[in-house]
């Protein structure tokens, strides 16, 4: 048996990277939008940095407002994605 491969070779597990985002219709439904849900990060500043980034898209395709997590904790949100 091998052993496990060293962090630089596998995926970071989700406790290496706690805070996800929750994207969300405007009747509060979760939403999957292909290759940024599921998206994890390291730290809070990652997360919001990357919805900071990727907001106008996520709302083109039907995301309403988003969710922060840490882990199950729900940090805040709903955050409406329109001005």
Known sequence: MLPDPPPTFRPPAPQE???RWRLEDASGQ???VEGHSGQ???SQ???ESWVGE???ELAEHGVDAV???EHDRKVYGPMSLHA
Do not use: G, N, Q, S
């Open 45 to 47: 500043a990652d997360a």
């Open 30 to 32: 979760e939403v999957r």
């Open 67 to 69: 969710t922060l997590f």
């Open 40 to 42: 994890r990060f390291a």
């Open 54 to 56: 990727i907001w106008a």
């Open 17 to 19: 990277r706690p805070w």
